[in-house]
């Protein structure tokens, strides 16, 4: 049997003054229009942190800082293991411009379920719900 590819990735959970959640719809690939917090693929030699602040940098043209370690989603999807840690974090600088994404919306905490979700992140937004409860 084949090992399973495993992926690392980073995710941010961004918040705007008025307790607001950035939440991104994919634009590319097979999970192509899923919602998800956005983020992306951890470098060789990058920690988390440094990798979240160039993913958003590459996919958003915004600088993010990065408050706080929310939670590491593990996730098996049909192709491949997934290894998500997730941060709360704000914009320090730049408008969130969508590089790569198609949509993106702004979601008070009672209305993150009218997206939907890709499968990972929905156990992420579970988790934002159950830290700001």
Known sequence: MEARKSI???AAII???EGRIFATQR???AMKDGWEFPGGKMEVGETPEQALRR???EEL???IAIDEFLCTV???YPDFHLTMHCYWCHVENGSLTLKEHEAAR???IDRLNTV???PADREVVQKVKESVL
Do not use: N, P, R
Request: one cysteine or more; glycine letters at 12%; charged letters at 40%.
């Open 27 to 29: 634009g590319y690939g």
């Open 8 to 10: 690392e990735v980073v």
């Open 15 to 17: 918040c705007d003054g």
């Open 106 to 108: 702004w979601l008070t």
């Open 55 to 57: 993913e958003i940098e």
């Open 61 to 63: 043209d915004t600088e």
């Open 116 to 118: 939907d979700w890709l």
């Open 74 to 76: 593990e996730w098996d």
